[in-house]
């Protein structure tokens, strides 16, 4: 019997890959005397499942190449890593990204090579710091820092065009207004923008108990898929600036709020028409591809 208890024993495999639980991530804090940070936006998954739930959604295909935000003590990483994928991963935190290497060297021995760590601000990345990155990235999955959570997003999705898809979690309140549609009440400038990329739509909640620390925000997933820019001859900067500047006063008519840019509400309202837009709707009722039209009619007008 003892015997055949062994046998029994080596048929049991041992997993590639570890995920991290509430243990793993308080054990590797303590190691690092780590207090986490409100300034970086620190809040780790310690909940496997949570992990797994997040690489499904985000359809993680061996192979992919995934650029993650803010990887923290590596519990996205290694799901990641568990799914096939090559992950480039972004910490600002100079003592994580240091960190993040020996802890998948630890619990994703065989894949560790998979992993590139940076230390770095995403917010502060240019075009000459992405030119050597080979492959592209072609999928962004993330934990974003909540404070800094948008403007993250529309940085790199204007730097990296070899992005394909988004899976970010972020604020419920700030996945709320990237995914809302136009006439929503929740519909502002983020989500007019986020059009430009491509379609996105609110992909679920995510339970505040499984952070340490607990935040006191709820949290939610945002998943966008890369279309073409609505077809125009002004540059995008341009159409983000119309947008900008509509959604500074969004209770007024587009009359009001963009005749600064034409001179006068009279100007502005013969402008609007010609661009085929009814100079008295508010801009929460516009899509980007509206905002285009405008802005192709003051590109022609400065011209």
Known sequence: MGEQRASVRTLVSVPDVTLLGAAEIRAIADDLALRPSKAFGQNFVIDP???RRIVRVAQVEPGTCVVEVGP?????TLGLLDAGACVLALEIDERLANQLKPTV?????KVAGQLHVRQVDALRLAEADVTTWSPPPTALIANLPYNVAVP???HLLALLPSLQACL????????ERLSAPAGSRTYGAPSV???WYGSCEYAGEISRQVFWPVPNVDSALVRLSRTPPPPCRAKREQVFAVIDRAFMQRRKTLRASLAGLFGDTGTCAAVLRAAQ???ERRPETLRVSDFARIADALADRIA
Do not use: D
Not at 72 to 76: F, N, Y
């Open 105 to 109: 060297l630890r619990h994703a021995p």
């Open 49 to 51: 499942n949570t992990v």
């Open 277 to 279: 837009i009814e100079p």
């Open 168 to 175: 970010v979690m972020v604020q419920k309140e700030v996945a």
């Open 152 to 154: 993250i997003l529309l």
């Open 72 to 76: 923290g003590l590596g519990s996205l």
């Open 193 to 195: 923008k986020l059009q």
